[in-house]
């Protein structure tokens, strides 16, 4: 190992780090440490300043390695990379140590903290001095792109695409476009009408030269990676056949929305039992029919609205599903339209008004005589039969907590206002694509705050409902957001992949193909005239399996590798 | 003074170790022990990076990846999830003790769980007091 | 080297079953010519030699000496400072002394351990026989002593600085005659080498046909009928083949049995072990916690299947003891 | 045991003024600006939902309306423009027509043009009744006092005592219905016999200094309506006890200095409040039910018919004297019948009741509340 000069330098920020480790003595610290050319503190290395003080320094000094004792690389490795690059210097000759997230944050004991530091910079100092100059490839960038999921975001994002002159695939597994919007009626709280906002999308779209929709299709293989995507569609044809079809696109964004929560889950509500108990889907049926009605033709005298009906539970979702609470206002809206003596209520854990325009939406329903009732999380209403005798259909029996009262209310049509789920098939999706899912099942952004429409993978967007519930005008800016990030892309030609990727040493492979089947991503291939694994480093996502499993140490995880690694554990190991 | 225990984690880049950066930005305390490494997958860790921890004088090993399902790359934490269970065969051959290394799923919004793997893995190794591995070998020289 | 100066080797035996020494034998007419090439200086298995006659040696004054077998003992370790000492080339020979070898494994055990099971738990003691051995035996005022049994197994490279290893249990003949012949006629490579090995995984030379992985239980060999083409490991059955070094000459795989490791671990790899589970664990074929002990609890002994030859030389080296 | 619901009640009590109760969501800014709410009586919130939940029972039984003054800081802050203090105000409407047992008083604040025909008729029978009785008694309608007076002092007190078993009969059976309401129906409102008699001076406490209205806040209001009501107090006296003085020919300083008094008092209490309810300037004013203004009209005309005959007897017009009386007759009688224990008037008796059944009920819930809170603390009522 040749040696090398290392540039040491310990963010304060601000005084995030500053308060709990104690900068200097970290700076003395690793003023010690092996082929430590020198170590500097700085208020904010992330700031211009200070990256233009390792610039400097690299120039000025001739160091050859940099380490960044500041906060987590995922946060600013690409910034301190980026200064390498300025000032010459492959950006690979950089390691970070996280002082910040990992000690300074959740330390309390500055003694204790400033210890941690130092084992963190010196497992740094040792891990860069191993570290190798790695150099990043550029390769086609597609400008065609893959929408799955007709519905608004779908349609949305196509036509931005389209409009702007590239070629747009859409897949849609229903036969015809509009996801659940085409279900619903008038939509929150301006109540326009959801045909109209559909219509003209689907026109656009259906007659775009540019846009390719497949009906009663889907993806059933995406190999490949950023700019360079194949998709293999699946799609039916008139008789039902399936037939398949592929094309290469440079992109993919996913748009593959919700399904409804199945309201039969719980059982407090009768759904399913009781005729009258119906789910906000089935209501809209209603009101596109214009006919608002109970089970046997009659008009409804009291119309009861249930709210978080699977969404704000520990049983069923914990999350919020967003759109239900003015929905509901909506409905006591059309409600007392269609039949202006029928009696609303509206029984809810809490209104959640969120949106533009949404507050005063709900001043107006309550203005219409709307009775809002209020029940505790988790003490669900339960509707039974009227007795006989009653006026009513159904009584519905609720805590209700802003008077403290247990009471009965009648209803002869209850509406559930069923939450938002990931689509049981999300995971299909999420596997074929490459990109997470919570907990709960939808799609993870690649940073929830700075980069929602992006996800892990390079060049998969997630836009709408898959990623979380939202109304319309936060799903039709994420489609949006997403054909703009692709274009942007598709703008600059060519991209450049990471050099972060796993190698065969083909000296060295003996050609027991254990490696092989490892690879979710299908990157490693067997040459079966040389008899040894090889892997397409343009496919390798980095994650390091295989070097991992390579029983004869013939693969190299790329920036790393068990010298790096070894090195890093020495280090830590103060 | 009191035995400290030194423990080296090793994290996944996309779960485990954005739930530590949100355990940091949370400002949620956990104790100072954990000493992390990151990985990019925990399918990156390879048992000889846990021997070798242990050979250098770790106290005790941490291994945390996304939950089973959750991978970024699919099924990585499924090869740690299979490798695990062998190599804990073997160290208990060697005769350590079980609490000392250890295998979790931390997602990347469990910033609580992993403060609380880390208190209680911190916990659990102080009444073990320090590993005998690496000073033993350093005397066995002297003491054949 | 001059012509007329032959060749002056040692040969010695430490904590060893004697194959290396047979494998040596093995050379067959090989042998005959070493004869010629050679003087044997000591070779406690063939030829007739004294400790002391090495002991009065100049230092280098012998040009190789071969040490097969651990260190397990004083005495071990005495001949092996003593070689270190006399011989300009000092090359760690087979299995044993390359890495611990079979008798590494004894450090899965203490010696109180070893000494209760040989001396005293043995059925075959005599009853009431409680005689263990000590280093140091005073009889009629004089002491008698036999080698001190050490805590653990050492490989050779532990106690002196090794030159080149020859691995194998027992090198393959072959491989002992083309590192003779390297000796003799000074072409070697650099010092710390192993020779007599390959660069690449024993699966290199095995002719089996292989192909993709996944193990969904494993077999002991006379559990199933094999396929004579086919991968063992894609058979359930258990092969180091991977995780070791050729040069053998596939001679288990060969026979229907999975590779045992003897060569060591392939260059750049510091736990052959490690990477055995590593490998084997990554390619079973379960994704459920429970199958996946299940399918493990199909291998016996599994640490001393990984750790067969390499133990006193992996990273952890033996067990803990309290 | 669940209670029942009754989702139309909202709409009846529009009727009685509560138009905005629906926008209420229950922020609670009312009940924190109100100056009379405490743990034991949280209002107006908690009566804005029992009303907006329709649970009728329970407002029947609850004393709260009763304690609110209608200050109106709860509506001036009330984000939602809910007007809880005028729903405070509706739902004493309600109540008194909940007390009553007749149906008149719903029918009344129900129907305004019922009850102002009712109004009407009683007043014109009055009218017709009188003049055919001063003139059946002999009467002379050209003089006022004295032998062959048109309408004899005598004559009219033992009719206005009539009238008063009439309104005191029908006040305490509503009154009654209050108690059976508010501190009986419902087995947790009981009280222990012993606080009946403990807290007894509240009543005449209440009714004579109307303390409560003055902690509102502002005294102006506080002073005129205590102004009000002993005036009209002072008048009811005078004329229930000396009928025959105020109306004799001579001076009798010490009831006459008393009738001015009260006499000014009930005209300059009354035409302020009327010019409050014209300008709508306090939220008090804002809203006025047709109850409201029938009940100031009442009263002024009442005390403005009552002065005008008195100064035309005096100015020495017996005639026009006499005409006035049976006019101010025509609106006093149909007030103090229809009025008093039918409408507005009836809460010169609830208020104060109100307050005496808090005091004991304060003190019983006290008792079996847990533990003081810290100061600064808020305990918010449980179910």
Redesign the interface.
């Known amino acids: 190992m040749q040696s090398c000069k290392i540039g040491v330098y310990i963010c304060q920020c601000g005084t995030n780090i500053a308060k709990m480790v104690d900068c200097e003595a970290l700076v003395a610290f690793a003023e010690t440490l092996p082929e430590v050319a020198l170590a500097k503190t700085y208020k904010y290395m992330c700031s211009n300043p200070g990256q233009d003080m390792i610039v400097q320094d690299i120039q000025a000094n001739g160091l050859d390695r940099v380490v960044v004792a500041a906060c987590s690389p995922r946060m600013h490795e690409r910034t301190f990379r980026n200064a390498l690059q300025v000032a010459g210097l492959n950006p690979y000759f950089f390691e970070m140590a996280n002082i910040r997230e990992h000690c300074s944050w959740v330390h309390d004991d500055p003694v204790a903290a400033t210890q941690k530091a130092k084992a963190l910079v010196r497992g740094a100092v040792l891990r860069v001095a191993r570290h190798e100059a790695l150099e990043r490839k550029t390769v086609d960038m597609c400008p065609e792109v893959l929408v799955i999921g007709g519905g608004i975001a779908g349609l949305t994002a196509a036509l931005d695409i389209a409009d702007a002159g590239h070629r747009v695939h859409l897949v849609e597994r229903q036969g015809s476009l509009g996801g659940n919007l085409a279900r619903i009626d008038l939509t929150a709280p301006f109540l326009n009408a959801a045909r109209d906002l559909l219509t003209e999308r689907i026109t656009r779209v259906t007659e775009s030269e540019r846009i390719d929709v497949m009906l009663h299709s889907r993806v059933v293989n995406l190999d490949g990676f950023i700019g360079n995507y194949r998709a293999t569609v699946e799609v039916r044809d008139a008789d039902g056949l399936p037939r398949k079809t592929e094309f290469l696109v440079g992109n993919v964004i996913v748009a593959t929305g919700y399904q409804e929560f199945e309201a039969s889950r719980i059982t407090h509500y009768g759904y399913g039992k009781l005729p009258n108990v119906v789910t906000s889907f089935e209501f809209e049926l209603m009101l596109r029919h214009g006919r608002i009605q109970m089970a046997d033709g009659h008009l409804p005298r009291f119309v009861s609205i249930i709210h978080c009906v699977g969404s704000r539970s520990q049983e069923f979702h914990g999350y919020c599903s967003r759109v239900c609470c003015m929905t509901a206002l909506k409905y006591a809206h059309e409600v007392r339209s269609a039949i202006p003596g029928c009696h609303v209520s509206d029984i809810y854990i809490d209104m959640h008004a969120f949106g533009k325009g949404h507050e005063d939406f709900y001043r107006r329903s309550s203005e219409v005589k709307t009775l809002f009732l209020m029940y505790r999380k988790g003490d669900r209403p339960v509707i039974r039969r009227a007795d006989p005798g009653d006026t009513c259909d159904m009584l519905i029996e609720v805590n209700e907590q802003l008077s403290g009262e247990t009471i009965e209310i009648p209803a002869d049509l209850v509406v559930l206002m069923v939450g938002m789920e990931a689509r049981s098939d999300a995971h299909e999706v999420a596997r074929l694509v490459n990109i997470s899912q919570d907990k709960e099942g939808w799609f993870i952004e690649s940073h929830p705050k700075l980069d929602p429409v992006a996800t892990t993978t390079d060049g998969v967007y997630i836009a709408g409902t898959c990623a979380a519930p939202k109304d319309i005008p936060d799903t039709v800016a994420q489609a949006r957001a997403s054909a703009a990030r692709i274009l942007a892309k598709v703008a600059r030609g060519r991209i450049e992949v990471d050099a972060v990727y796993a190698e065969v040493d083909e000296a060295r492979c003996s050609g027991c193909r254990i490696c092989n089947d490892l690879c979710p991503y299908s990157a490693i291939e067997f040459d079966a005239v040389k008899k040894v694994s090889r892997v397409i480093s343009a496919v390798c996502k980095a994650c390091g399996a295989c070097g991992a499993a390579c029983p004869s140490g013939a693969i190299k995880a790329r920036h790393f590798t068990d010298a790096q690694i070894f090195a890093q554990i020495e280090g830590v190991l103060l | 003074m009191s035995f400290e225990p030194r423990i080296v984690g090793f994290l996944c880049n996309w779960c485990s170790y954005t739930g530590a950066d949100l355990a940091g930005t949370s400002r949620i305390h956990y104790p100072p022990n954990v000493h992390i490494i990151r990985v990019m997958c925990s399918a990156r860790i390879d048992p000889t990076f846990v021997l070798k921890a242990l050979a250098q004088g770790a106290d005790g090993v941490l291994v945390c990846g996304c939950h089973p399902g959750d991978c970024h790359y699919t099924d990585g934490n499924y090869k740690a999830m299979r490798r695990f269970p062998l190599l804990k065969r073997v160290l208990d051959a060697y005769g350590l003790e079980k609490d000392r290394v250890r295998l979790e799923w931390v997602s990347a919004s469990e910033g609580q769980r992993f403060a609380d793997v880390v208190s209680d893995m911190t916990e659990r190794i102080r009444p073990l007091g320090p590993c005998r591995i690496r000073p033993g070998l350093q005397a066995d020289m002297a003491e054949r | 080297m001059s012509e007329t100066k032959k060749l002056q080797i040692a040969l010695y035996w430490g904590a060893a079953c004697g194959g290396c020494d047979v494998a040596v034998l093995d050379t067959d007419a090989f042998i005959l010519d070493v004869a010629a090439l050679a003087d044997i200086r000591l070779w406690p298995i063939a030829v007739d030699g004294k400790y002391a006659d090495i002991e009065a040696l100049a230092d280098g004054e012998l040009d190789v000496a071969f040490f097969n077998g651990a260190v397990r003992n004083s005495e071990n370790e005495h001949i092996a400072r003593l070689l270190r000492q006399k011989s300009r080339i000092l090359v760690a020979f087979g299995s044993c002394a390359h890495l611990g070898g079979i008798p590494g494994l004894a450090n899965f055990f203490t010696r109180d351990e070893i000494i209760r099971t040989a001396y005293l738990d043995n059925p075959s003691i005599e009853p009431g026989n409680r005689t263990v051995p000590t280093p140091e035996t005073r009889v009629n005022g004089h002491t008698l002593d036999i080698p001190k049994f050490y805590q653990r197994v050492f490989p050779l490279e532990a106690v002196v600085p090794v030159d080149y290893f020859l691995p194998g249990c027992p090198p393959a003949p072959d491989q002992v005659r083309a590192a003779i012949l390297a000796i003799a006629t000074g072409n070697l490579p650099a010092r710390g080498s192993v020779v007599g090995a390959s660069e690449r995984a024993v699966c290199e030379d095995c002719k089996r046909e292989k192909s993709e992985k996944k193990i969904g239980r494993f077999y002991r060999p006379w559990e199933i009928i094999q396929d004579p083409t086919k991968c063992l490991l894609e058979q359930g059955i258990v092969c180091l083949g991977p995780a070791t070094r050729s040069g053998c000459g596939v001679r288990c795989p060969n026979t229907g049995q999975g590779c045992r490791g003897c060569y060591g671990p392939l260059p750049g790899v510091v736990d052959q072990g490690a990477k055995v589970i590593s490998s084997l664990a990554s390619v079973i074929d379960s994704r459920d916690p429970e199958e996946i002990e299940r399918i493990l609890d199909g291998i016996p002994d599994f640490t001393a299947i990984a750790y067969r030859f390499g133990l006193p030389a992996s990273l952890l080296q033996r067990r803990i003891r309290a | 045991?669940?209670?029942?619901?009754n989702?139309?009640l909202?709409?009846d009590l529009e009727r009685y003024g509560a138009e905005d109760v629906?926008?209420?969501?229950?922020c609670g800014n009312c009940s924190a600006v109100c100056p009379h709410t405490d743990e034991t009586f949280l209002f107006p919130r908690?009566s804005m939902?029992?009303l907006?939940?329709?649970?009728e029972r329970?407002i029947e039984g609850s004393l709260e309306p009763w304690l609110c003054y209608y200050c109106g800081q709860c509506s001036d802050q009330c984000p939602?423009d809910a007007e809880p203090g005028e729903t405070m105000m509706s739902l004493r409407r309600w109540l008194t027509s909940r007390y009553d047992f007749t149906g008149i008083s719903r029918l009344f604040y129900r129907s305004p043009k019922a009850e102002v025909l009712a109004m009407a008729g009683l007043g014109l029978a009055v009218g017709i009744g009188l003049v055919a009785w001063g003139l059946g008694t002999g009467g002379d309608i050209r003089i006022y006092d004295g032998p062959g007076a048109f309408l004899r002092s005598e004559h009219v007190h033992r009719f206005d005592w009539g009238m008063a078993a009439v309104l005191v009969g029908l006040l305490g059976t509503n009154a009654v219905r209050m108690w059976w309401f508010t501190m009986y129906r419902d087995k947790e409102s009981r009280v222990p016999l012993s606080l009946y008699i403990k807290h007894v001076l509240t009543l005449p406490y209440q009714f004579f200094t109307q303390k409560r209205y003055a902690e509102c806040g502002e005294r102006k209001p506080w002073l005129l309506h205590l102004g009000l009501m002993l005036s009209y107090l002072t008048m009811l006296v005078l004329i229930m006890f000396f009928l025959g003085t105020m109306q004799s020919d001579t001076w009798h300083w010490q009831a006459h200095a008393f009738g001015y008094l009260a006499t000014v008092g009930l005209l300059g209490a009354t035409a302020w409040m009327i010019r409050g309810r014209v300008r709508k300037q306090t939220p008090l004013h804002r809203h006025s039910h047709e109850s409201d203004w029938v009940f100031l009209v009442q009263l002024f005309a009442v005390a403005f018919t009552g002065i005008l005959q008195h100064v035309l007897h005096r100015a020495g017009q017996p005639l026009a004297g006499n005409v006035v009386y049976v006019i101010h007759m025509m609106v006093a009688v149909p007030m103090l019948v229809l009025e008093v224990p039918f409408s507005k008037w009836a809460h010169l008796v609830y208020r104060p009741l109100a307050m005496y059944f808090a005091a004991m009920r304060r003190e019983v819930l006290r008792a079996r509340a847990p533990a003081p809170l810290p100061a600064g603390a808020r305990r918010v009522?449980?179910?």
């Not at chain 4, 629906?22 to 229950?26: I, L």
């Not at chain 4, 907006?52 to 649970?55: C, T």
């Open positions: 045991m669940a209670i029942r619901v989702p139309l909202i709409d629906q926008k209420c969501y229950h908690r939902r029992l907006q939940m329709g649970l329970r939602r009522q449980a179910a």
